[in-house]
Nanobody, 124 residues
Framework: QVQLVESGGGLVQAGGSLRLSCAASGRTFMIYRMGWFRQAPGKEREFVAAISRRGENTYYADSVKGRFTISRDNAKNTVYLQMNSLKPEDTAVYYC?????????????????WGQGTQVTVSS
């Protein structure tokens, strides 16, 4: 069992930056691939970024590539999402998730544990 708690959301102007954090409970954090998803009002939850167990491989949605960076600190049981050059269309609730799969996935159904989400609002 893994419990995930996100933090770091807020209101920012377009072009600004935010860093989201996701703290995980338990000693088995390193066995999970971690991902970030987001959900805007009236839309499906969509993949944003994922990172491998040791952090050597990262994956991004095309819409955030070059602007967002996912990272993890296994000693702190924490995964991060650094978001730069934010756009109004990045406005959403952001969720971190943990997957026990052996390979990375962009499918939300392949993730076993979810945080409660943190709101990110980008004003124009």
């Amino acid at each position: 069992q893994v419990q995930l708690v996100e933090s770091g959301g807020g209101l920012v102007q377009a072009g600004g930056s935010l860093r989201l954090s996701c703290a995980a409970s338990g000693r088995t954090f390193m066995i999970y691939r971690m991902g970030w998803f987001r959900q805007a009002p009236g839309k499906e939850r969509e993949f944003v970024a994922a990172i491998s167990r040791r952090g050597e491989n990262t994956y991004y949605a095309d819409s955030v590539k070059g602007r967002f960076t996912i990272s993890r600190d296994n000693a702190k049981n924490t995964v991060y999402l650094q978001m730069n050059s934010l756009k109004p269309e990045d406005t959403a609730v952001y969720y971190c998730a943990a997957s026990g799969r052996s390979s990375y996935s962009v499918n939300k159904n392949d993730y076993d544990y979810w945080g409660q989400g943190t709101q990110v609002t980008v004003s124009s």
